[in-house]
């Protein structure tokens, strides 16, 4: 992120991400950069509006299709707002995330030592049923793109600052803001 911050400072021209990338690192990156960028928007983000749908529809009774497209108008109008607001909404979502990690990471481990758990302590379940890994290391590899794409958004706000009337500044001080956000919600 600051390193974003820093080429839309020195490179005001610029107005894509995938451009700076090009310029730091080369075709190839930029090139790369835009497929993976393309990818997510077009294949990822649907995936997640479905998963959404599924969770949601125990607690909202209608089908998961109007759910999901429910799901996608929020996010597209999310991505449609200023770059402070934008900066809010993810804030506020990364930490409702952080706080269900946390949580989860609590109940697991209380369960683990046999705190809550009803026979008492068990890692069981990293040995049992296939160990670690039952379906081999594909399973755990297809998990990366999910991870790479976990970041992927916060890079808008960048290219919006950039378009302020004073770039340099509004840059710095969203940069600063988003990573401090980050470090706050971790």
Do not use: C
Not at 21 to 35: D, K, N, Q, T
Not at 76 to 105: C, D, H, P, Q
Not at 174 to 180: E, L, P, Q, T
């Amino acid at each position: 992120m600051r390193m974003l911050a820093e080429m839309a400072t020195a490179l005001p021209k610029v107005r894509s991400f995938t451009e700076f990338a090009r310029a730091g690192l080369g075709e190839g990156a930029g090139f790369v950069v835009g497929w993976l960028y393309w990818y997510f928007w077009v294949l990822v983000v649907p995936v997640e509006a479905i998963a959404g749908a599924k969770i949601l529809e125990h607690w909202i009774p209608l089908p998961p299709l109007p759910i999901g497209v429910g799901l996608m108008i929020v996010m597209t109008g999310v991505n449609l707002m200023s770059a402070r607001s934008y900066a809010e909404f993810e804030f506020w979502f990364a930490s409702i995330k952080v706080t269900a990690i946390v949580v989860f990471i609590a109940v697991a481990t209380s369960y683990a030592f046999g705190w809550t758990a009803p026979h008492g302590a068990t890692f069981g379940n990293l040995k049992d049923h296939g160990g670690f890994t039952p379906h081999g290391w594909i399973a755990v590899l297809a998990a990366v793109p999910t991870v790479f794409f976990a970041m992927t958004g916060a890079e808008i706000t960048t290219i919006a600052a950039a378009e302020s009337a004073q770039p340099g500044r509004a840059v710095a001080r969203m940069g600063s803001a988003v990573i401090g956000r980050i470090l706050v919600s971790t």
